[in-house]
């Protein structure tokens, strides 16, 4: 439970949460800080895979620019072992 995921998004980006696709919970971003955020109250046992989709369009080409974001920051609470789970995923690059 309490499932939270964040990665921040680098350059010139743009963003519209009104196209945010989510399985479960929601998805929010934050255009000041460039942070997309998505948290889930709680995901049963019985499910194997949330999926989220987020368009970004990058605006500019930098031809320096490798990645598009940070790695994937992922926290949860386990309700079986009363531990809270951390995790750091791949980000998505560009090249």
Not at 74 to 84: E, F, L
């Amino acid at each position: 439970k309490n499932i939270k995921l964040e990665m921040d998004l680098y350059g010139d980006v743009e963003v519209d949460p009104s196209k945010f696709t989510v399985a479960a919970g929601e998805m929010k971003y934050d255009g000041t800080s460039k942070r997309i955020t998505w948290t889930i109250p709680e995901m049963p046992t019985s499910v194997d895979i949330l999926s989220a989709q987020f368009p970004v369009i990058l605006k500019v080409d930098n031809p320096t620019q490798k990645d598009l974001t940070s790695k994937v920051r992922m926290s949860a609470d386990d309700q079986t072992t009363n531990v809270t789970i951390k995790k750091v995923g791949d980000g998505i690059t560009l090249r």
